[in-house]
């Protein structure tokens, strides 16, 4: 087993990785790895101040600015210019089309007869589709008004089949 050391960030004691030597400064934990690796790279730019300033200013003056990228290339390519307006015009009649906002954080439900219960079986987590269960039934207790965002635990057990 290795000489022990002490982590200056956490006080801990290690063994460093016999693979890594004397240049293991740290236990290896994130928070200490993080806290080193921030002061390393503020002695490093400390040293070399001079590394990261005048080459925006020499691209700049070699290469330019994309500022006109995007009007050169649409007068370039039409054609893409049509196809983009046509796929952004349906997805807007889509969305117009929806009954529900697909960013709707409210949960909308219309029943035709008083003693209808409902009860949710499933919710998809990643197709934003919730399943229900209606049924009818003698006696219910309305629930209230519950958001899809966060059904765990929001309805009571009575409310549950």
Known sequence: MGERRRCPYCKRLFVPDPRVGDRQRTCGRDPCRKQH???YDK???KKHPEYFRGSYSQQKQLYGTRAGYKRQYREG???YVRRNAAYV???RERQAQSDVSPTSCDLLVSLCGEKTSV???RVSHTSRDIFVNLSRTR???PVGKVSP???DGALPASALP
């Open 77 to 79: 390519h039409p054609d």
């Open 89 to 91: 015009r349906a997805c």
């Open 149 to 151: 965002t966060s059904f």
């Open 37 to 39: 690796k921030r002061q």
């Open 119 to 121: 009860s949710v079986t």
């Open 43 to 45: 002695a490093w730019r």
């Open 139 to 141: 006696g219910y207790s």
